[in-house]
């Protein structure tokens, strides 16, 4: 098997908690400020799932897993956010193994 079958097999595996993870651990060690709600059941349908902060950047970022969709609401926050100054993603699982997150998150 192939590298990049390889990596598509472990994008297609890697859980939206395990993007998560990774995500935060990055974040934290190259000095953001992160925020994820701790049970989305309480907070605002649809709001972003990280918000990561450092020195004057804003990122609202919303993880799927590499076949996850975007509802209604998760679609209409990240458009009215893109519409700020601030910075806004949709990651998935390739989106980690291809560096694009840490390129993003890099000081």
Not at 50 to 75: C, H, N, P, Y
Request: aromatic share 10%; hydrophobic share 40%.
């Amino acid at each position: 098997m192939g590298r990049k079958r390889l990596v598509a097999s472990a994008d297609d595996a890697m859980s939206e908690n395990a993007l998560l993870a990774h995500v935060r651990d990055a974040a934290q060690k190259l000095g953001w400020r992160e925020y994820h709600p701790w049970w989305s059941g309480h907070s605002t349908q649809g709001f972003p799932d990280l918000t990561l902060v450092r020195r004057g950047r804003l990122i609202f970022a919303e993880l799927k897993r590499m076949d996850g969709t975007l509802s209604w609401d998760q679609t209409g926050w990240l458009a009215d956010l893109e519409e700020t100054c601030a910075e806004v993603y949709v990651w998935r699982p390739d989106a980690w193994s291809s560096g694009e997150i840490a390129r993003v998150l890099a000081p």
